[in-house]
């Protein structure tokens, strides 16, 4: 197929970019990695008046480790993050993460960003910016930018707080907690699939042993990816051992609204996030430091 026809914009900077946004409203769509955006006007699911290409924006398109954290441009490439040898330091649920994006030639083209804006509930991005508490940040032509936390990022399915005439430029990932573990897990048919299912967790544990902050994300398992916030209470505080991860993973496991499709059953789904959980759970307990 091919797709339908539109007006085509290179602009020479951010403010040009945004002008456009401004202007074609509903109409517009980014252009970043493409790697979405293509196959989606290929077969005509999106018709788009205008496309705004912001390739050519070298700024948006950079990442730093500071000693606040991480601060990581929205057109950032994937391939970019995975072959920082940093990353593995400053933000080590990322560099375990990222190797479950697609495949190496996905990696090469899609962005950061991208991959937040279309909000696919199977995306491993989405379970990161939850998980690690981040910030994102958002510009609109002539107006100051606006910072959207993680917790409200996300809406319903491929839905988030951008508006039409928004540009996400910027994600900001808090420092690593010293001596916190992390584990991330997914399930899928193949490697480079989307995920059926996964779970992203980091834990600290307090100076008595006892789990301290605990937070965990579902992904894959429905509308949008979802922090199991009664997992992370239930194990808040406790000594970690596996009964007290059992109870966690299950309680987890009953926070989900997964969904039936052509690939697995909801029912399906609910069992394997409790199982992933208990994993990854295990997973990162044996990584943690006392505080």
């Not at 375990?96 to 937040?116: C, E």
């Not at 509930?121 to 939850?130: C, K, Q, R, S, V």
């Not at 991860?245 to 069992?271: C, L, M, Q, T, W």
Request: with cysteine; glycine share 8%; hydrophobic share 45%.
């Amino acid at each position: 197929m091919k797709p339908p026809q539109f007006k085509y914009f290179d602009p020479a900077s951010a403010e040009e970019a945004l002008a456009l946004l401004h202007e074609w409203g509903d109409e517009g769509k980014i252009l970043a990695g493409g790697q979405t955006l293509m196959p989606m006007l290929n077969f005509r699911t999106l018709s788009p008046a205008a496309l705004i290409d912001i390739n050519g924006l070298a700024s948006l398109g950079q990442h730093a480790h500071t000693k606040d954290g991480t601060v990581i441009g929205a057109l950032t490439r994937q391939q970019a993050l995975e072959d920082d040898d940093a990353l593995a330091t400053h933000q080590p649920l990322v560099a375990a993460a990222i190797p479950f994006i697609a495949h190496r030639a996905i990696r090469n083209r899609g962005t950061v960003g991208g991959s937040l804006a279309h909000a696919d509930p199977a995306a491993e991005w989405g379970a990161l910016i939850l998980t690690l508490e981040a910030e994102l940040t958002v510009r609109r032509h002539q107006a100051p930018d606006r910072v959207v936390t993680a917790a409200d990022f996300f809406g319903g399915l491929l839905e988030t707080a951008l508006e039409p005439d928004e540009l996400l430029v910027e994600v900001r990932l808090p420092r690593w907690p010293q001596g916190a573990g992390w584990s991330f897990i997914e399930f899928s048919r193949r490697h480079g699939d989307f995920a059926l299912a996964g779970v992203a967790c980091m834990i600290s544990l307090s100076a008595d042993g006892t789990c301290g902050n605990v937070r965990m994300t579902a992904f894959g398992a429905g509308p949008r990816p979802i922090r199991l916030a009664l997992a992370e209470t239930q194990l808040r505080g406790q000594q970690p051992g596996p009964d007290a991860v059992r109870e966690a993973a299950r309680r987890g496991a009953k926070e989900i609204s997964p969904f039936d499709d052509n690939h697995a059953s909801a029912a399906y789904r609910r069992h394997l996030i409790e199982v992933l959980a208990e994993r990854s759970l295990a997973d990162a307990l044996t990584r943690t430091a006392r505080h």
